[in-house]
């Protein structure tokens, strides 16, 4: 796909009646099984005005005011990302839609336009596939994309990729290396919330026999309920990134695989060290910790380690404030000798100490941080 400066754009008026994505319109040919599967699929699409040539050519044109675009792409894979007894194929459509929202929400960018590639296993039926693409249409719309494109095929098992495009709109990108010592990290989102919902689901197998359970507590049923819907559709403060850099954010990130290891890459890639405050962090752990309990778990573990939560996390001066934004730490110098370790008598904090932690550039209350978030390729 490309996106062409508007002044070089074919003079092509923008129509709500243009095709879906994936259409191939532009002259009439035998309709194929192929066909009647992309139609099936687009029935749910709809055009936009900054959409000057939609699907029908090679290449969908788009009109783009910043000369910066910001791209990303995710892919979920079945078996990998999701399974199909846990979440809906809606709730699956949307969460594609989320996990990308939440990339270009990450560089404090506004939402454009996205394309999508979907593999689809031969066992899937065409009520099926209006559902996936009717949770992929309505969550994109949800976070102000429009789906200019994309591709189909089919394969062993279901996969979705998506692709997405923010406009920066004149602001400057919030990248993770601008973190300063002397900023107050923020977040805004869910913590743990994700984590809890999916601990439901590997104890109790599919979400109505977590809701079910008889030995669920009353008073926690509303919560799980939650939890899993957290899981299967991740909450995406995705409305408040474009507000960041003017409120003189400094570096951002989406919580995708875990605040401990999230808050680390953003303290490597800057060259200091992020230290959290349990006393701020309390109110996330003590909202889940009756599920924890009942599930044998930690909440704790849920906030600093559970992932796909897709919480915005950034640092900014002391006077930053932006509705929905809480304190949750500081940013403190690269410095070893800065940091008294509860564990060792209080001490400071040699290389040494630091180079012993799994997370050397991360703290809580002080003190290394071990416990680490998801990895997609760890053993």
Same mark, same amino acid.
């Given at each position: 796909?490309?996106?062409?400066?508007?002044?070089?754009?074919?003079?092509? =008026?923008?129509?709500?009646?243009?095709?879906?994505?994936? *259409?191939?319109?532009? *002259?009439?040919?035998?309709?194929? !099984?192929?066909?009647?599967?992309?139609?099936?699929?687009?029935?749910?699409?709809?055009?936009?005005?900054?959409?000057?040539?939609?699907?029908?050519?090679?290449?969908?044109?788009?009109?783009?005011?910043?000369?910066?675009?910001?791209?990303?792409?995710?892919?979920?894979?079945?078996?990998?990302?999701?399974?199909?007894?846990?979440?809906?194929?809606?709730?699956?459509?949307?969460? !594609?839609?989320?996990?990308?929202?939440?990339?270009?929400?990450?560089?404090?960018?506004?939402?454009?336009?996205?394309?999508?590639?979907?593999?689809?296993?031969?066992?899937?039926?065409?009520?099926?596939?209006?559902?996936?693409? @009717?949770?992929?249409?309505?969550?994109?719309?949800?976070? /102000?994309?429009?789906?200019?494109?994309?591709?189909? #095929?089919?394969?062993? %098992?279901?996969?979705?990729?998506?692709?997405?495009?923010?406009?920066?709109?004149?602001? +400057? +990108?919030?990248?993770?290396?601008?973190?300063?010592?002397?900023?107050?990290?923020?977040?805004?989102?869910?913590?743990?919330?994700?984590?809890?919902?999916? @601990?439901?689901?590997?104890?109790?197998?599919?979400?109505?026999?977590?809701?079910?359970?008889?030995?669920?507590?009353?008073?926690?049923?509303?919560?799980?309920?939650?939890?899993?819907? %957290?899981?299967?559709?991740?909450?995406?403060?995705?409305?408040?990134?474009? =507000?960041?850099?003017?409120? /003189?954010?400094?570096?951002?990130?989406?919580?995708?695989?875990?605040? #401990?290891?999230?808050?680390?890459?953003?303290?490597?890639?800057?060259? *200091? *060290?992020?230290?959290?405050?349990?006393?701020? $962090?309390?109110?996330?752990?003590?909202?889940?910790?009756?599920?924890?309990?009942?599930?044998?778990?930690? #909440?704790?573990?849920?906030?600093?380690? /559970?992932?796909?939560?897709?919480?915005?996390? %950034?640092?900014?001066?002391?006077?930053?404030?932006?509705? /929905?934004?809480?304190?949750?730490?500081?940013? $403190? +110098?690269? =410095? @070893?000798?800065?940091?008294?370790?509860?564990?060792?008598?209080?001490? =400071?904090?040699?290389?040494?100490?630091?180079?012993?932690?799994?997370?050397?550039?991360?703290?809580?209350?002080? #003190? +290394?941080?071990?416990?680490?978030?998801?990895?997609?390729?760890?053993?």
């Amino acid at each position: 796909m490309s996106i062409s400066d508007p002044a070089q754009a074919p003079q092509v =008026k923008p129509s709500s009646s243009q095709p879906s994505p994936f *259409v191939e319109d532009a *002259v009439p040919t035998p309709i194929t !099984a192929e066909d009647r599967l992309i139609a099936d699929f687009t029935s749910n699409l709809h055009s936009h005005s900054r959409v000057l040539v939609g699907s029908g050519d090679d290449c969908a044109v788009l009109t783009h005011p910043d000369s910066r675009s910001v791209i990303s792409t995710d892919v979920l894979v079945e078996g990998v990302h999701f399974r199909r007894d846990w979440m809906s194929l809606e709730q699956i459509g949307r969460r !594609a839609a989320a996990q990308n929202a939440a990339d270009i929400a990450a560089m404090g960018a506004s939402a454009h336009s996205a394309v999508a590639a979907v593999t689809i296993p031969k066992n899937m039926g065409k009520t099926e596939i209006n559902a996936l693409a @009717a949770g992929l249409a309505t969550g994109l719309e949800s976070y /102000g994309y429009s789906l200019v494109g994309g591709d189909l #095929s089919s394969g062993p %098992c279901l996969q979705v990729a998506v692709t997405v495009i923010g406009d920066l709109e004149g602001r +400057p +990108p919030l990248l993770r290396c601008n973190a300063r010592s002397g900023d107050l990290i923020y977040f805004a989102g869910n913590l743990g919330k994700s984590a809890a919902g999916l @601990a439901l689901l590997e104890r109790f197998q599919s979400p109505q026999e977590a809701i079910a359970a008889p030995t669920l507590p009353t008073e926690l049923r509303a919560l799980a309920i939650e939890a899993l819907s %957290c899981y299967q559709v991740p909450q995406v403060p995705a409305d408040l990134a474009s =507000k960041l850099a003017d409120a /003189g954010a400094h570096a951002l990130m989406d919580v995708s695989d875990g605040l #401990s290891r999230d808050g680390a890459k953003i303290a490597a890639a800057s060259g *200091v *060290v992020l230290n959290l405050s349990r006393s701020h $962090l309390e109110a996330y752990a003590q909202r889940l910790a009756g599920l924890a309990d009942f599930l044998g778990a930690n #909440s704790w573990d849920w906030v600093f380690g /559970g992932g796909e939560d897709h919480g915005l996390l %950034c640092s900014a001066s002391a006077g930053f404030a932006v509705p /929905g934004f809480t304190a949750i730490g500081e940013v $403190l +110098p690269a =410095k @070893a000798d800065k940091y008294a370790d509860n564990r060792t008598g209080g001490r =400071k904090n040699t290389d040494q100490d630091l180079a012993n932690s799994l997370n050397p550039y991360l703290l809580v209350d002080g #003190s +290394p941080y071990d416990q680490q978030g998801w990895d997609h390729f760890s053993g």
